[in-house]
């Protein structure tokens, strides 16, 4: 049997009992590391709680030779394969499932908190008026690939007044952690090459960092204002906001008439 369950964001305070649970019944416990260097943190919280010594693979390992290493110990008995935010958002493990089932593995899937459900709740924005989200990813100058298609689905996402989650990129094997500053400037790129005046100066944003911890940070920013990264702890995202409604959370300051007249 295969475990592939989701260790949530922002902590150790965030695992669930039924992880707990399906890490003790396991012979052996993996756990892919990706997103975010001090989620080694979590780790250790897992072996403490339950006994069990964590294998480490990285994002590779688990595409390469790690994957068969896990099928190969899941057909002899029970296993854990540990990830962070919810299994099957974002970071896809549905090629391992899939292989699994091929097996005939049975795999059973513990749910954690995603960034996809705290973004709106941290930030008070309507999660009913969120469009797809999208990744800014980082340009690779050496073959002159710039990431436009994030551009399009914001833009896309504004002309149906819908907010958008952008999630900025991890390269965890290579030490790169994208900052807000260099997001907003590849978005300020796409906006001088492209022309859609979705990221004018004075745009409102909003930047979150670390949700779900205590570190946690939720900031309302414009396009143009200066940005110290430096205040901001890792995982960051960011939200490029549609029309605020009256009921949802603004930049400080702002005013949103109610239409009942309240």
Known sequence: MLFIAGMGIGGPGNLTLSLLEAVRSSQMVFAEVYTNPEDILTLRRVEELTGKRVVLLTRK?????????????????????????DPFIFTTHLALKRKAEE???EVRVVHGISVLSLAPSCSGLDPYRFGPPVTVVFPDERYGYF???????????LSRDLHTLVLLDVRHEEGRYMGFSEAINILEMLEEKLGKGIMEKG????????????????????????????KYSLPKSIIVPASIRFYE??????????????
């Open 61 to 85: 390992d688990l595409e390469e030779k790690g994957a068969a290493e896990v099928l190969e110990v899941s057909k002899k008995g029970v296993v854990s394969l540990l990830v962070f935010g």
């Open 147 to 157: 990431p436009e298609t994030t551009y399009e689905v914001i833009a896309e996402n």
């Open 103 to 105: 097996l005939g593995i």
């Open 203 to 230: 745009r409102p944003l909003v930047l979150l960092s670390a949700l779900g911890s205590p570190r946690e940070r939720v900031s309302w920013v414009h396009v143009g204002q200066a940005i110290d990264d430096t």
């Open 249 to 262: 959370a603004g930049p400080p300051g702002l005013r949103v008439k109610d239409p009942k007249g309240k």
